[in-house]
């Protein structure tokens, strides 16, 4: 009998085992940032400005002249007794150096997604794991008979036991 408990309990052990397989992906999480970067930058360039021309003649009783710069130019001569004085500009193109800035504006977003759920994935057993199915079916059935053997064998002892 005790041969007997000890088979049923090996066989219970072995029902309970199961075979099968889970793999875990990753459950659903988001992030979102935004990261803007501002870059300036300061170039030198050169701006031409024009001076218009501007002519201006003047009569006067004095002595001759000239008179010239690198904007204008003055000529004075004397004529019948009169100074003939006469100023003209010259068509110049002067550079001046201007900073010219110029903003860069990027922003990127970064946006960080991960899905995780559960995917169960079949596979074909091995001889070991079939083995291991039918036996749990048979050892279940086993166990059934052998409940039933001993309510049998204990009531059939109790019932002979009292009718002596």
């Known amino acids: 009998m005790k041969i007997f408990s000890y088979i049923v309990v090996l066989l219970a ?10 793999r875990h992906t ?5 992030s ?12 030198r360039d050169t701006a031409y400005i024009e001076l218009p021309v501007i002519i201006e003649k003047r009569a006067t009783l004095d002595t001759a002249s000239t008179l010239e ?4 130019k003055s000529e004075a ?3 019948g007794g009169v100074l003939h004085h006469s100023l ?9 150096i201007v900073q010219n800035e110029i903003v860069y504006r990027d922003s990127l977003v970064y946006r960080d997604r991960v899905v995780r759920e559960d995917v169960y994935i079949e596979k074909e ?12 079916s048979v050892s279940l059935i086993l166990i059934v008979i052998a409940i039933l053997y001993l309510f049998l064998y ?3 002892n109790n019932l002979n036991s009292k009718a002596l």
């Open 32 to 43: 979102t940032r935004v990261e803007v970067r501002v870059e300036r930058e300061f170039i």
């Open 88 to 96: 003209q500009t010259k068509p110049v193109r002067e550079p001046v």
């Open 154 to 156: 204990f009531f059939h």
């Open 26 to 30: 990753p459950s659903v999480t988001d």
């Open 13 to 22: 052990l072995l029902a309970a085992s199961s075979c099968g397989t889970v």
């Open 77 to 79: 001569s004397v004529s």
């Open 69 to 72: 710069n690198k904007y204008a």
């Open 125 to 136: 057993l091995t001889w070991w794991q079939r083995f291991r199915l039918k036996l749990g």
